[in-house]
């Protein structure tokens, strides 16, 4: 079992920056690919980004691509996801996602309770 816990969350005007962060334990981090996810209200989750094991690929959602950045810290057991430049319909309860292979669906093996963002004037 690999247990995760999202933070960083909060609220942000439009185009400004928050940093998410995502700790996981229960099982060895590297093995892992990690997975960011979001669901807006009334909305399907989708997927935001993802990163290999190492950190070294990493593949975004076209909606999210030149703003937001994913990356790791294998030695502190914590994935990121930097967002810039946000926007309202950025607005939406974010999801970290692990597996053992690096995909961009839903098909991941273990997932976070959540994080709300808000991106509001």
């Known amino acids: 079992q690999v247990q995760l816990v999202e933070s960083g969350g909060g609220l942000v005007q439009p185009g400004g920056s928050l940093r998410l962060s995502c700790v996981a334990s229960?099982?060895?981090?590297?093995?892992?690919?990690m997975g960011w996810f979001r669901q807006a209200p009334g909305k399907e989750r989708e997927f935001v980004a993802t990163i290999s094991k190492s950190g070294y690929s990493t593949y975004y959602a076209d909606s999210v691509k030149g703003r937001f950045t994913i990356s790791r810290d294998n030695a502190k057991n914590t994935v990121y996801l930097q967002m810039n430049s946000l926007k309202p319909e950025d607005t939406a309860v974010y999801y970290c996602?692990?597996?053992?292979?690096?995909?961009?669906?839903?098909?991941?093996?273990?997932w976070g309770q959540g994080t709300q963002v808000t991106v509001s004037s």
């Open positions: 229960g099982r060895t981090f590297g093995n892992y690919a």
């Open positions: 996602a692990a597996n053992s292979v690096m995909i961009a669906t839903m098909r991941y093996d273990y």
